[in-house]
């Protein structure tokens, strides 16, 4: 149900080269497909292959500079493919491609997963009364409490990540991603960096964690239960407080000041859904796991948060893409560190 689009003129590719390519994979595929595109997300680019016969979903990475380490299609095929025995949210993997002939970038090809993508508004239609917006709410939790307690060496996965050290690895990396980021519009975020550098723990544990869980990452069956988590593009191994306080960044909850609200991606401000202290308490009971400093992991997530958005607002001010949903994410931006130093009550 989540409603494709037509192709943006930038991010339109040789469809025939895809489907001859595709046809080494699943030879029988009628084709070629009709394309359209899916407006979620602001990274990595996902496409609809309509044949006659069944739709696929293509990811590929978006056109312009990029971080180095990021929009990494062979990892992201990898981690769906090694985590679909072990985890039932990932969708079958289809096949990747390397061939820079066929699109000009890695890509890769999955079975479309039929269901529902919620975003900041419900689809009309669909009414949620405040108990199944809670069960909704902590269900999707509980997809990520699951994620956090597979077996890494199970699923042959250990090599995603670099050992102890996880958290300050992330700081300071995120860090160094906004400071080159930064245009002269947008704070520089340093108190708040300093502020994070004297206050970051040690990691809590190691485990497989999704590094972008939201709402509207995950797909929905018509009874409201979670079918699929998408968007594995930041998988890696790495410490699970990190991973909530990225996915409470999203989390916009009813009693938000005005600003959050505009910012919000996904229906949890509805009446009934948990606040965001109710899914840090949710997820610490289910995991075991205590959390100490709750104002750390908050203030680490909208920091990231904030360098996410600047990463894709510097490619708009480059002219690097003239997609208009990002040409005023420096507001945005500029609001999170304000957001910032009110959570780690600096000045």
Aim: net charge negative; aromatic share 8%; charged share 25%.
């Amino acid at each position: 149900m989540d409603d494709s689009r037509d192709l943006r003129a930038e991010d339109a590719f040789d469809v025939e080269a895809v489907h001859s390519w595709l046809l080494t994979q699943v030879p029988d595929l009628p084709g070629p497909p009709a394309v359209r595109q899916f407006p979620g997300g602001a990274s990595n680019l996902t496409y609809l292959l309509q044949y006659a016969d069944r739709d696929l979903v293509l990811r590929r990475p978006p056109i312009g500079q990029k971080a180095a380490s990021a929009h990494d299609m062979r990892r992201e095929h990898r981690v769906q493919a090694a985590l679909a025995p072990v985890y039932p949210y990932v969708p079958a993997m289809v096949g990747f491609c390397d061939d820079p002939a066929v699109m000009g970038s890695d890509f890769y090809v999955m079975e479309k997963v039929e269901g529902t993508i919620l975003r900041g508004r419900l689809p009309a239609g669909l009414t949620l009364s405040p108990q199944d917006a809670r069960g909704l709410g902590l269900r999707a939790v509980d997809s990520l409490v699951a994620l956090h307690g597979v077996d890494v060496a199970a699923a042959g996965l250990t090599d995603l990540g670099r050992g102890p050290g996880y958290v300050g690895r992330q700081v300071a990396g995120w860090q160094d991603r906004y400071r080159r980021a930064r245009t002269d519009n947008v704070p520089d975020f340093e108190p708040v960096m300093a502020w994070l550098d004297a206050r970051q723990p040690a990691d809590v544990s190691m485990c497989l964690i999704h590094n972008d869980f939201r709402l509207d990452n995950l797909v929905l069956g018509d009874d409201l239960q979670v079918v699929a988590v998408l968007d594995w593009e930041m998988t890696t191994v790495g410490d699970p407080l990190m991973d909530l306080g990225g996915a409470m960044a999203y989390w916009v909850q009813a009693d938000d000041d005005e600003l959050m609200r505009l910012s919000k991606r996904q229906p949890t401000d509805l009446p009934g859904m948990p606040t965001r202290a109710e899914v840090v308490a949710h997820w610490s009971a289910a995991t075991g796991t205590p959390v100490d400093d709750w104002p750390f992991y908050e203030v680490f997530g909208l920091f990231r948060l904030a360098g996410i958005a600047q990463q894709i607002y510097r490619r708009f001010h480059l002219g690097q893409t003239t997609n208009p949903a990002f040409k005023d994410f420096h507001h945005f931006v500029t609001y999170l560190e304000a957001r910032c130093r009110s959570v780690a009550g600096l000045a």
